[in-house]
């Protein structure tokens, strides 16, 4: 009998895994980084710059970077475990970024499963039942800062 309910317990536990959701989203940038969340957790110094958005001049490239962030889903929303997930994600790329010397990530990209998703106002993020995920690579630079304007007399 013992063996027969584990037998049981075994093939309910695989179905129930081959059944998890895996949704696939796509959410608005601007919204997640403008949230009080957003504002709260980033690095104003380390600045942003998505899929093909114009940056200023790139004074040296240093590589590119990548991310891959996890969260738990289990009693959010969708879109509440995407938010969080990215924002961390995007906290990571600013940190690592900031740890090569680098002043800015440009070219951001979602990277959901190694498929690239690009977008200047969009990131995919991948919801289950207990888990929400996001990956971003992007490239770290020191941009080039633009030399200030000199005073003239009578200006």
């Known amino acids: 009998m013992k063996t027969v309910v584990s037998i049981l317990l075994v093939f309910t536990f695989f179905s129930t895994v081959s059944q998890a959701r895996d949704t696939r989203g796509k959410y608005d940038i601007n919204e997640a980084l403008s949230s009080p969340s957003g504002k709260s957790v980033l690095d104003k110094n380390i600045k942003l710059y998505w899929a093909k958005q114009k940056s200023p001049k790139v004074k040296q490239d240093m590589g590119l970077i990548k991310t891959n962030k996890k969260t738990n889903a289990f009693n959010k929303s969708d879109k509440e475990a995407c938010h969080w997930v990215f924002l961390s994600a995007v906290k990571q790329l600013q940190q690592r970024a900031k740890s090569m010397g680098a002043d800015a990530v440009i ?49």
């Open 107 to 155: 070219n951001i990209k979602s990277n959901y499963k190694n498929q690239v998703h690009e977008s200047a106002e969009i990131f995919e993020c991948g919801a289950g039942s207990l888990i929400a995920g996001v990956a971003l690579m992007g490239t770290a630079v020191k941009l080039s800062k633009a030399a200030p304007k000199k005073k003239t007399e009578g200006n």
